[in-house]
């Protein structure tokens, strides 16, 4: 831990040294997805995000308890409480039992975080399978005087809250802003407040998804989940808690007040938001239906796609912005992240080749202290609130000098090279995440051998133009015997390998 | 549904024809991993046992929900009430939460899963998220008379329950036997009688894993999950339940058990069990130490291995047995189940060659007659209790044809080639799930391409000792334009292709 890292706190709005609650351990809660359907760009971005953080605190050393949790449950429409659960609507709609839903999308999360290197979390819960540890945090609320039942349901009390605390110091809103904002909506039915919100939802009839409680046979309410879930795995008080820009208001301020409201002080010492992916200058959302799945991306499919992106090309996409600069979606920004990519890869693979140095007369030497600046410069970069995108700036000089020592303009001994190799290794695959694209690469690799099969037809051909049939026929008996069958046709030779 | 699939019961003991409770739709509930390891070859036959019969099922034309559990708690050591919770004594030994433990052998539970093939369950509901649940029905359980609380942990009562309906009617073994059985064994305890088994249970002072309940904090009994969870997902009576021969008692016993005291009558239609792996003509399994792992197989890493073996050679190796058979560990019934699978992956390959027919004068024709008697055969296998030695005795069939095929010593229209390629694709791959091991197909046509470099090489080394410098230089530019790195060393030429 000879790094000094800072990282944005949203609270303390401002760079702050990261200093763990228990040395040389961190404890970190990420929002994770609401398997109602696939992941799109916007959920990638989270997942990358705090995937590099991850790496980086494991890479520094530390034991690190990352847990993102599966929403399965209670996350109501429109961030309104009056709302249909997401998941039992598309239930009915499908007519199949909401668990099997969420399977699906959780497995379709799954195979689409792997594709983009995303290393999975320590504990990964599911808000329906801590049904008990949210009514216990309900309760605690209640005792404490925070909390009201209404009609089977239970909510939580702002306006009392906001008296004795604060209400809306992590988004900077005020009480009196939220009310004006929300003074043009419907009536607050069962709520005292209109900013009261739900720690408890009594279940209509035809609500599919409820557990009994000691209030009615329902349903817990969005935020609790996060707060009971981060409590039980990272203990009352924890390091590190992420998620999107967009869950500052109200997911995480609701965060807080349950757990000042429950255990009397606040549960999480950092809160990290990454911003936004926008499309047409427009935040892509679900709720605004302008989104492109990661499967879409993958495969193509999808009218703005002009093609496939791989997700290596996502990953590098994403993380060539700094995580709280919003990035916009465009096909010519994603064409120019898999060029940079590209460069990147093909400065590693020539790495390869210069591993044992290069002596070339009369050409300056790339020296030592070159590599040790720039590790020094890449650490840097991640220290100062894991800035990737100078990370990856300071990786292309490298490619440059790489490429200075492929035209023989430069040399370099093998430790330098090694060194060299070591750095390029530990910040493009250990903390960036990323990974040479062999699907590609297995492709490229079938075209070069294959146009040395024509070589060797078109040999053959001569051999036949000159009447030199023991040659021919020696050529397709050896290619036979490797498993090539080769055919003559009308148009020529064709080939295939049988293996 | 044409097909009239009969499998064997062990309830009635005997094979019966398969009629789903709800026309076209089939609920199936099996038997999931306790996740404090690593899978071992013992997991893998229940595994693709069910995976061949929910393959089938969905080949039929049904709309099958299969559900397999996550045991993450409450599975007691040596299948006595008074062990200690596994995952909790793990997680204690190596310091770290026991959900974290669980998340971790449960990822490379799935990994393994995968690679062998097995299709993923459409819910795989967790143990530990289905607590109130569980607790619902041990209150059940309690107020129709057949349990009672004792300490603050609560037991069922099956010399109550044996004397109203009775207990053993699947493993066939009486209330006295099972006396007998554990005559032996240390004092009842907190139990009236031995036989009785835990539904709930106290938590001492330092279980880590423990929930509130009316009786106490706590955990679950071990069999409560599957009723519970097979409950919730798949309703009071469901058509399939399935796990491997060793669990028919208790736990399969306890779970009817459970079923009747709680709703009155038994949950489960068809109960359906495979046979064990042994080793040393003993069980493999956790208990007796004499297991090897999944991971252990595929990567060689086992005293007992001669070397590793694909995940497709373990998946082909327990289909060449009936499930209800015992199979027995050798390196030598693996290398030979190799074999098998590398000729049904060479006769397709050729299959493919066939596709548009072949002529040979003279010789017979292979007629649609036999193609369509090959279907149905293996057809007649599957129906008859999943008969899969039987399904690859006739595609062993099949490549015999196509040897005789490929040395032209037979003839085959387009439309019969075609008909065989299907049937051949629908058991080997959709029903038996086995597919082409495309990892050493690379490597082996890597090897091939690698050859035909090296006849390019041979050229050029011709050429030069022919003073042919034009064509020796114009080859190795050529090649260099592909992409090779061709050296002249002392010892000849070496090349790398950089891609």
Not at 45 to 53: K, Q, S, V, Y
Not at 208 to 234: N, Q, V
Not at 344 to 369: F, H, N, S, T
Not at 462 to 480: F, G
Request: charged content about 25%; hydrophobic content about 40%.
């Amino acid at each position: 831990m000879e790094q000094s890292l800072f990282i944005y706190n949203t609270l303390s709005r401002q760079k702050e040294l990261f200093r763990p609650l228990v040395e040389g351990r961190v404890g970190m809660y990420v929002c994770g997805p609401t398997v109602y359907g696939d992941a799109h760009l916007g959920h990638a971005r989270p997942a990358i995000t705090f995937d590099l953080l991850f790496r980086y605190l494991l890479h520094l050393g530390y034991k690190v308890r990352y847990v993102r949790n599966i929403t399965d449950v209670g996350h109501l429409e429109h961030d309104a409480d009056e709302g249909e659960d997401k998941i039992a609507k598309k239930a009915r709609l499908e007519q199949i039992e909401p668990m099997e839903v969420a399977q699906y999308y959780t497995n379709r999360f799954h195979d689409a975080m792997a594709a983009l290197g995303c290393l999975p979390p320590s504990i990964e819960p599911h808000a329906s399978g801590h049904i008990m540890e949210q009514q216990q945090l309900v309760q605690e609320i209640m005792d404490h005087g925070y909390a009201y039942e209404s009609n089977g349901s239970v909510y939580f009390d702002v306006e009392k809250y906001d008296k004795d605390h604060r209400y809306g110091i992590l988004s900077g809103r005020t009480l009196d802003n939220i009310k004006d904002a929300s003074r043009e909506l419907a009536g607050v039915g069962e709520k005292r407040n209109q900013a009261d919100f739900a720690l408890w939802k009594k279940a209509q009839p035809e609500h599919i998804m409820r557990w009994p409680s000691k209030w009615s046979d329902g349903f817990p309410g969005w935020h609790c989940e996060c707060t009971a879930m981060g409590r039980k795995y990272l203990g009352e008080h924890f390091d590190i808690h992420g998620g999107g820009l967009d869950l500052v208001f109200p997911h995480h301020e609701c965060e807080i007040a349950q757990a000042v409201a429950s255990q009397g002080d606040q549960m999480v010492h950092y809160w990290m938001h990454n911003n936004m992916i926008t499309i047409d200058g427009k935040k892509m959302g679900k709720s605004y239906n302008n989104f492109i799945t990661l499967p879409q991306f993958f495969a193509g499919e999808h009218e703005r796609l002009e093609r496939g992106y791989s997700p290596m090309t996502i990953r590098f996409f994403i993380l060539q912005a700094h995580y709280r600069s919003t990035v916009d979606f465009s096909n010519e920004a994603l064409q120019s992240a898999e060029k940079g990519l590209q460069r990147l890869m093909d400065a590693w693979k020539a790495l390869q080749r210069l591993a044992e140095g290069q002596k070339v007369k009369g050409q300056p030497q790339v020296e030592m202290k070159y590599v040790e600046e720039l590790r020094q410069k890449c650490y840097d970069a991640m220290n100062d609130d894991l800035a990737s995108p100078m990370v990856i700036s300071h990786l292309f000089d490298a490619c440059r000098v790489v490429n200075t020592l492929l035209d023989k303009k430069a040399s370099i001994t093998a430790e330098v090279a090694q060194a060299l190799i070591q750095v390029f290794h530990t910040f493009a695959f250990d903390i960036l995440g990323l990974t040479v694209d062999t699907g590609a690469s297995n492709k490229e690799r079938e075209a070069a051998f294959g146009a040395v099969v024509n070589m060797v037809l078109e040999q053959r051909q001569q051999a036949k133009a000159e009447k030199n049939w023991a040659l021919s026929d020696k050529i397709r008996d050896d290619l036979a015997a490797l498993g090539f069958e080769v055919k003559d046709t009308k148009d020529g030779q064709t080939w295939t390998l049988n293996k």
